[in-house]
């Protein structure tokens, strides 16, 4: 109706020759709910930091979810598919299977240099499937270092108290990711040679340090 009502007043003031100046009609556009001055870039990045805290927020809830759930823990859930698939371990992963199950999900490179992917129960440890993954450029790297999947976890875990909800080899390093006794999310990057563990992010700090930036 208000576009219709300064169409009607421009066609106007044109018949009868005068001039139209420039003006604004309140409305639902984005300038005008834009706050006194903030951009709408800024807007934009504020809202993009909110939806990354969100997501974060989400994860930690899912991963002390799963970890409350799950009475096998990383290392022992690394044992156990070794034991079922000899080999090396590249990864280990907590998930819903079903909205009432929970399973570690664990990739092994076998000792023949096949991939496999194993999906335990949380519960007992019992191993469910075993299935034949496609090659994976990460294994030579994986079969190569001096810290595996088991001494990752523990040194993680020196380093920032929790349980384990995924440990993977990435980028020459292990990555660990904990839920601690709050259920606060921390990542834990663990040197393949030395075994040092680094805390890379606590997620209540980063939402911390979020706000300073959005306070200055």
């Known amino acids: 109706m208000k576009r219709n009502i300064v169409i009607a007043t421009v066609a106007a003031a044109t018949l009868i020759g005068g001039t139209v100046s420039a003006f604004a009609v309140p409305g639902n556009d984005a300038a005008a709910q834009t706050p006194t001055g903030a951009t709408s870039t800024n807007v934009r990045d ?13 994860r930690d809830t ?21 034991k079922a698939q000899p080999g090396t371990v590249a990864s280990a992963e907590l998930d819903d299977d079903t909205a ?16 496999h992917e194993l999906k335990l129960d949380a519960g007992n440890g ?6 034949t993954e ?31 909800t995924s440990v993977e080899f990435d980028d020459g390093a292990w990555e660990v990711e904990l839920q601690n006794k709050h259920g606060q999310g921390q990542d834990v990057r ?11 992010a606590d997620h209540d700090d980063d939402s911390d340090d979020d706000q300073d930036s959005d306070d200055d």
């Open 134 to 164: 496609q090659e994976d450029d990460n294994g030579e790297a994986v079969k190569n270092a001096k810290t595996d999947a088991r001494e990752a976890v523990a040194a993680a875990q020196k380093a920032a108290p929790g349980k384990v």
């Open 190 to 200: 663990v040197d393949q040679n030395t075994a040092k563990a680094t805390v890379t």
């Open 62 to 82: 899912d991963d002390a979810r799963e970890a409350r759930a799950a009475t096998t823990d990383a290392a022992q859930a690394v044992a156990k598919a070794l």
């Open 100 to 115: 009432k199950s929970v399973v570690w999900d664990v990739d092994v490179l076998g000792d023949d240099g096949t991939w």
């Open 46 to 58: 504020a809202d993009d930091r909110d939806m990354d805290d969100r997501d974060a927020d989400d």
């Open 126 to 131: 019992r191993v469910l499937g075993n299935h």
